[in-house]
């Protein structure tokens, strides 16, 4: 079970990693910024990178991200 947990630990950090603005906390304040939607936006981009690139957890897996136009459902 580590081993999962430790490939989403890394999920998470790819997520700050890429998009270092969802990890600076004098930056966004609940209800000043609409956080929410900050992470929804970085995670799909993300996911968008991942198609492109593929990424550790992919590798961990064993498994091929679908297209850019799959994941998009174009």
Not at 37 to 61: K, P
């Amino acid at each position: 079970m580590s081993g999962y947990r430790i490939a989403i630990e890394h999920s998470f950090g790819k997520v700050v990693n890429l998009w270092s603005f969802i990890a600076f906390k004098n930056g966004l304040q609940i209800g000043l910024s609409p956080i929410g939607a900050y992470y929804a936006i970085a995670v799909l981009l993300t996911n968008l990178h991942t198609c492109l690139y593929r990424s550790q957890i992919s590798l961990y897996f064993k498994v091929v991200p679908p297209s850019v136009d799959s994941y998009l459902n174009l």
